[in-house]
């Protein structure tokens, strides 16, 4: 089991920025695809960014491109997510992932979840 803490939401105007932080205490996520996950109200949780173990391999939703950057630390067993030039439609709870060990980045299929943090975007 890995457990995935993620902190860093919050509100924001529009064209603002924030960086989530995902940390699996305790436990190495070195050797796991990593990503990131984000849900509106009322509509489903989508794909964001996924990682690759090594940091040398992303994948981004159409959406974020160019605005999010998603990295890792993995002496720290940490993922980030950079949120650049945020607008109203980026406001949903953000989840971060970890695949299984030595699974691929892409298509990423989580099997750990975090809890969740909230990010608002006003307008």
């Known amino acids: 089991q890995v457990q995935l803490v993620e902190v860093g939401g919050g509100l924001v105007q529009t064209g603002g920025s924030l960086r989530l932080s995902c940390a699996a205490p305790g436990r190495t996520t070195s050797r796991h695809p990593l990503g990131w996950f984000r849900q509106a109200p009322g509509k489903e949780r989508d794909f964001v960014a996924s990682?690759?173990?090594?940091?040398?391999?992303?994948s981004y939703a159409d959406s974020v491109k160019g605005r999010f950057t998603i990295s890792r630390d993995n002496a720290k067993n940490t993922v980030y997510l950079q949120l650049n030039n945020l607008q109203p439609d980026d406001t949903a709870a953000y989840f971060c992932a970890a695949g299984s060990f030595l699974a691929s980045f892409y298509p990423f299929i989580p099997r750990y979840w975090g809890q969740g943090t909230q990010v608002t975007v006003s307008s």
């Open positions: 990682i690759d173990w090594s940091s040398s391999r992303t």
